[in-house]
């Protein structure tokens, strides 16, 4: 099978949604809205094209960054797996069939040709202990009392 890898640029139109499944791995997903601007070459105006709307869904660590470090009206950059989630709802008492354009996001950032950002660095439980016992094996800081 294959996987449709994409990189968008947009703004963040919702709220990060921030949940923990059941089996306790935390996700979030968001909106971003992308729109092509175009110069006329006659007029030289500037004009934004159609937008396209998208749902982001983060997993793990990633989701983790993203509901602490991305806002809405934010411009980010996000690269992932495009998927078409089809559905039915009802309306009006009539069945209506859509679909919606989501990415399964590998990488979430702000985009860096519109502002800047000032990034720190996570480290996980399991790395933070590893360096804690490596600066104490090497003498570098007492270590803590064993309890």
């Given at each position: 099978m294959y996987a449709i890898e994409i990189t968008l640029q947009g703004t963040v139109i919702t709220d990060v949604d921030f949940r923990?499944?059941?089996?306790?791995?935390?996700w979030?997903?968001?909106?971003?809205a992308a729109n092509e601007r175009r110069q006329d070459r006659l007029t030289g105006e500037w004009s934004d094209g159609d937008s396209t709307y998208l749902t982001v869904k983060c997993w793990g660590r990633l989701a983790e960054n993203v509901s602490s470090s991305i806002a809405k009206g934010?411009?980010?950059?996000v690269h992932g797996r495009l998927n078409e989630r089809r559905y039915e709802r009802e309306s009006g008492g009539r069945?209506?069939?859509g679909a919606t354009l989501e990415v399964s996001a590998r990488a979430v950032g702000h985009d860096l040709t519109k502002g800047r950002t000032d990034f720190q660095r996570t480290k996980s439980g399991a790395v933070q202990r590893a360096e804690e016992r490596a600066l104490a094996d090497a003498g570098a800081v007492e270590s803590p009392p064993p309890f």
């Open positions: 923990t499944s059941e089996s306790g791995r935390p979030c997903h968001f909106r971003v934010q411009p980010v950059v069945r209506i069939q």
